[in-house]
């Protein structure tokens, strides 16, 4: 007897979208050690400093050390802890993170040996209100752990978290709808497909503009980094964390950028396309992706070596004084110029 | 696969509903209610209602679940809550009846859903175009009324939220200046690194006739401080 539900499948068949899903999984948890050694060399360089360079050759293996050293750390907790919620919610942190990277598009759909298949995670017909959807749960991870640690920083850090991330959700919302009513999709590789012509970075500069400052405060880092402040809070939400759920965290925050960078490139950059008309074959798709998603890594990194704090004050008011108005007048104007 | 996923979500959905009114703590039954609404989501995703279920987690999950959070994090903590008396006399006698109203729907329809296949699938249900156009054409009305009615709900909460009085004139009081001068050798920077501050004052003839360096620094500070306070009384 079969249940009168539809079929979860779409046109690929099972297996294809289990390799897809863990080639992606598996290039990302690749790239993300790489990462933290560029974020950390050059923050070094912006400081006049070398950044790691003692393990393995120009310290490119400084990661590997640092995750054999947080995975033999002594797993402890505080006794004012609550033990299910303190373990569960770094995993909820990751899983939600890891969740974002299914919808950056690398590549349109292609005739490998064979079979057809698109190069990317999900095509979602809700598009970018999968990533939002997410980040409404990615939410909870921060704050459970802030709430479980039963530590008055790891507390005010999830507080803080939660504030943030609502004000600033909408804005970054708000900021992509002028993308989606002239793109009129909401699928990302429709949305590619649409910046033939011109890169929506040029029409919706102020759409971009609006999403990055936004993005910067979704994802937690500098200079909206108030959630882990580390001069008021110590470490924020993480400060009862050691070892494997200190790193969890942390792979969480790097992945949370990686995806922001991917929904950017996607919907502002024009995805795997080039200018000036190159045609490039299809297998350079994904790097040039990934190319344009580490001008963005750039860029998150130069922004934490250059920019001071905000005041939390100053955050909130500049989040719904000046981001939201702005936002809102930005998808005004657009819809009427769409209109016309 | 969509039967596995179909149950479930099924008992989380019915296993986060229970815990809700099971829960003391506020917080684990608010932690209870994001569970069943993620696994309603998930039903919507089955039903493919891509757009509904995420709004169902961008809108609940997301954003009011969130404020119940936060309140309860803030104002409820670990204390355990008591109903009063009213609440327990009227919240049976509600749920007996939604039980009622639930069971006279069910025998109403003579479960007849159950051994058929359901509507077929039409490409593009539930995609947010399709729904779009259908709030602006069929459903047009109700829309607008849904709109408006949050349109009035958000005018409300800044009606209820702002401030009662305003902000207090400034008397300046919090910005003035404080006009208090410094003695010399009490440790400013100038001081420390060379001695302009006497200098000056020496040259312009306020700080008496000792020859630099000829007198120890507290009582040449005090000679400086003493002129001053006699120019000032003058």
């Known amino acids: 007897m079969s249940f009168p539900i539809a079929a979860v499948t779409y046109f690929e068949p099972w297996w294809i979208q289990i390799i897809k899903a863990l080639i992606i999984f598996l290039i990302i948890f690749g790239v993300l050690p790489m990462l933290t050694v560029y974020e950390r060399k050059l923050l070094g360089r912006f400081q006049h400093r070398y950044g790691p360079n003692r393990v393995g050759p120009f310290g490119l293996l400084q990661p590997m050390a640092e995750i054999v050293k947080f995975a033999l750390k002594e797993p402890f907790r505080p006794t004012t802890s609550m033990g299910f919620l303190f373990r569960a919610a770094p995993a909820l942190s990751i899983l939600t993170a890891v969740g974002g990277l299914a919808l950056i598009p690398w590549g349109p759909v292609t005739n490998i040996f064979g079979t057809n298949v698109g190069l990317y995670g999900i095509d979602v017909s809700v598009g970018p209100l999968y990533v939002f959807a997410l980040g409404g749960i990615s939410f909870y991870g921060i704050l459970l752990g802030g709430w479980a640690s039963g530590s008055k920083y790891s507390f005010l850090g999830g507080m803080r978290a939660a504030a943030q991330l609502i004000s600033y959700e909408v804005s970054q919302g708000l900021a992509l709808v002028g993308v989606l009513i002239t793109a009129q999709t909401l699928s990302l590789v429709g949305i590619v497909n649409a910046q033939r012509g011109m890169w929506y970075f040029i029409p919706q500069v102020v759409g971009f503009l609006i999403f990055m400052v936004a993005s910067f405060a979704e994802t937690n880092r500098a200079p909206f980094d108030l959630v882990e402040a580390d001069a008021e809070l110590v470490g924020g939400y993480f400060t009862e964390y050691g070892g494997t759920g200190f790193v969890a965290y942390l792979f969480a925050e790097y992945v949370n950028m990686i995806v922001v960078s991917g929904i950017a490139t996607t919907i502002f950059l024009g995805g795997w396309l080039l200018p000036f008309g190159i045609h490039p074959p299809t297998w350079v798709d994904p790097f040039v992706v990934l190319a344009k998603m580490m001008i963005f890594m750039t860029l998150f990194i130069w922004i934490r070596a250059t920019l001071p704090r905000l005041r939390y004050d100053q955050l909130m008011s500049f989040g719904w004084k000046i981001l939201l108005p702005l936002a809102t007048l930005n998808l005004l104007v657009t819809a009427i110029i769409v209109v016309h | ?234």
């Open chain 2, 1 to 234: 696969m969509s039967e596995v996923l179909f149950f479930i979500a099924a008992i989380a959905a019915i296993v986060g509903a229970v815990g809700v009114v099971a829960m003391r703590n506020p917080f684990y039954a608010v932690l209870a209610l994001v569970c069943h609404l993620v696994s309603l989501a998930a039903l919507f995703l089955l039903l493919r209602a891509e757009f509904v279920a995420a709004a169902q987690v961008v809108v609940y999950a997301g954003a009011v679940m969130v404020l119940y959070v936060f309140v309860v994090a803030y104002v409820g903590g670990a204390e355990e809550i008591r109903s009063g008396n009213a609440m327990r006399v009227l919240g049976p006698l509600f749920a007996v009846a939604v039980a009622i109203e639930l069971c006279i729907a069910l025998l109403g329809s003579a479960l007849s859903g159950i051994n058929s296949q359901g509507a077929a699938y039409k490409p593009g249900f539930g995609e947010p175009a399709r729904i779009g156009k259908l709030f602006l054409t069929d459903y047009l009305f109700a829309f607008e009324v849904a709109s408006l009615l949050l349109l009035v709900a958000a005018i409300g909460a800044i009606v209820l939220a702002r401030r009662r009085r305003g902000l207090e004139d400034d008397d300046g009081s919090i910005a003035r200046v404080i006009g208090e001068r410094r003695p010399s050798y009490t440790g400013t920077m100038a001081e420390g690194a060379g001695t302009r501050q006497v200098y000056q004052e020496i040259e312009a003839g306020h700080g008496g006739s000792f020859e630099i360096g000829s007198a120890e620094p507290k009582e040449r500070a005090a000679a400086v401080v003493a002129s001053e306070d006699g120019e000032d009384g003058a």
